[in-house]
């Protein structure tokens, strides 16, 4: 029987795609949490805390494979460099980690976050694959509805985005999981790039809200570093196929009360 994979963050927004790929493809999964769950079909759960490395022994342990999904808006730098520090005890060869487009680019503490996992994982002295992405649909859809959530919603100029779809994210995730480590792989963004207001007004559009706009300016090395498009694929990236016009049809809320 082939080594189960562990997947940190298996049961998130990429990950609920993961899962079911790298089980068909005949491996057991091993899923981290702070939770745990419920078993399933060659589907385990294991409890630990990457932000304070408690329990993470066990959860390596007999593993040769990892696939590092977990992250938030702060201390994906700590909790990858304990991930990393029980995989290479544990004698894992391959680690595959998720980042974001303009990690080395955008100058916030979180992309710094995210740098600096980046970094951990080059520097874990275990062979790796990391693949940078853009936004996924469903984020852009919780960032946009947050936004209306306010009577006027304040839109960044010059802010682009190019959301990618989370089950194509999770397929070449797979796919450079099963496969041997090729160090940083082309990046993955979504088939369009759209400035914020025109994500805005089709979110709006589809689900009958009505608001207010308020244009605002991102200050600093930051704004300029969106403004310039520091967050969207270089050329070369690989590009989904699903637009974001596509998923807003499916997800969108039915015109609620505005």
Known sequence: MNAPILVTGGTGTIGRHVVPLLRAAGHPVRVLSRRGGGPGDDITHVTADLLTGADLEPAVRGVSTVLHLAGGAKGDDRATANLVGAARRA???????????????????????????????????????VLRATQVHDLVLSMLAAMTRL?????????????????????????????????LVPDLAGPETYGIGEL???????????????????????????????????????????????????????????
């Open 200 to 258: 805005l007004t089709g979110y709006l559009a589809a689900s009958g809200k009505r608001r207010a706009r308020l244009p605002v300016r991102i200050p600093g090395r930051a704004g300029r570093a969106y403004r310039e498009g520091a967050n969207l694929a270089r050329p070369g990236a690989a590009t989904g196929v699903r637009t974001w016009a596509a998923f807003l049809a499916e997800r969108a809320p039915s015109r609620p009360v505005a």
């Open 151 to 183: 009577p006027v919603v304040p839109v960044p100029g010059g802010l682009r985005l190019q959301p990618v779809d989370a089950a194509e994210v999770a397929a070449r995730l797979a796919e450079l999981t099963l496969g041997e480590p090729a160090g």
């Open 91 to 129: 004698g894992v060869t391959h680690l595959t980690h998720i980042s974001v487009t303009g990690a080395d680019r955008v100058p916030l503490a979180w992309t710094r976050s995210k740098l600096d996992a980046e970094r951990a994982v080059v520097d874990s002295g275990i062979p790796w694959t």
